[in-house]
């Protein structure tokens, strides 16, 4: 990559549009050197525009990757048990390495159902009950693809995260939990809080930030006020206002006092697709590994 690009204000910015493009052609590296084409099958039940949009952009890079990608549409009146059948058949199809069903689904599914039908090696979401108690474990884990996300940006750019002070605002089983545990872990090993709309003084926790993530879905909420002089601030959230859809971090305010930060939009965004499609490698290596 080029060398890296600075805010008007001269903080790092943390590009997800160059790190995704990197780490696709990685992937595609790595496939083609395994001789093996890893399959990634979505589910998308129903017809919610952005949904189809995302499935498409997921698909597009997974075949940039050299994998194969395929995907079922189910309509929007579908039965539950429909719905099931066609999961169960992907669990069960040799052929299929990553199995991810694009949220939401409709109202009257239950989703939790259909989620827990992906088996853990097969979940490149990472959202399964038994993917999020193996991260919990330390476990080899297929890990929710927008937390890893965070990670990889955070560790592609050469933040010290060894003894730092990270705040996490979200607590969502998505999002914010799961990045807690990730920033956490030993390896990573930042000293974590998280904070939630029933925190105390927000602004205050957030200012002890060395690395301050926000993923609320409030837009422009996080403030020079929230950030600590040299902090690294990334933004998960996405919100659609009048002015179009903007993320949780006032970027023209904080960029002048951060360190790094990533631009919305183009940060995080990118880097989740990016982290599904290392997942479908990971849970092709995870599956041939275990037989
Ligand atoms: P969510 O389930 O609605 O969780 C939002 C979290 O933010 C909750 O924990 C909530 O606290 C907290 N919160 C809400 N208002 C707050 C406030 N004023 N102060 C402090 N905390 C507050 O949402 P999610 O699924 O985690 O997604 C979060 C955001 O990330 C959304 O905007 C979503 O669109 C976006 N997102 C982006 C990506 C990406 O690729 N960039 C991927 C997934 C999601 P309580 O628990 O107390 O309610």
């Known amino acids: 990559m080029a060398s890296p690009a600075r ?46 949009v995302y499935v498409r952009n997921k698909h597009r890079q997974a075949q940039l990757a050299g994998m194969n990608s395929r995907n079922e549409t189910l309509p929007a009146d579908v039965s ?11 669990a069960d199809d040799p052929t ?3 199995i991810l069903v694009q949220q939401p689904v409709p109202a009257h599914l239950d989703g939790e159902t259909l989620l827990a039908l992906i088996p853990p090696d097969k979940d490149v979401d990472g959202l399964t009950v038994a993917s999020m108690g193996r991260l919990m474990r330390g476990e080899d884990s297929l890990v929710p693809c927008t937390p890893l996300g965070v990670l990889r940006l955070l560790e592609h750019y050469g933040a010290n995260t060894a003894g730092a002070r990270a705040v996490v605002v979200g607590r969502s089983s998505l999002v914010g939990m799961p990045l807690a545990v990730l920033l956490a872990r030993k390896g990573t090993d930042a000293t974590v809080t998280v904070a939630h709309s ?20 409030q837009g422009r909420s996080i403030g020079r006020d929230h950030v600590k002089p040299g902090a690294w601030v990334i933004d998960v959230g996405i919100s659609r206002t009048s002015d179009g859809l903007v993320g949780d971090v006032d970027f023209d305010a904080v960029q002048s ?3 790094a930060i990533t631009p919305m939009p183009g940060g995080t965004g990118p880097m989740t697709v990016a982290c599904l499609i290392e997942n479908t490698l990971s849970a092709w290596r995870l599956q041939h590994s275990r037989r």
Do not use: F, M
């Open 257 to 259: 006092i951060a360190a």
């Open 198 to 217: 029933r925190t105390r003084d927000l602004a205050v926790v957030c200012r002890e930030a060395d690395i301050l993530v926000s993923a609320t879905g």
């Open 80 to 90: 539950q048990e429909r719905a099931e059948t066609l999961v169960r058949s992907l």
């Open 7 to 52: 805010t008007a204000g001269g903080a790092l910015l943390l590009d997800g549009v160059a790190l995704r493009d990197l780490t696709v052609k990685r992937v595609a590296d790595e496939v083609r050197a395994l001789g093996a084409t890893p399959t990634l099958a979505t589910v998308l039940i129903g017809d919610d525009a952005p949904s189809q």
């Open 96 to 98: 299929v390495t990553g």
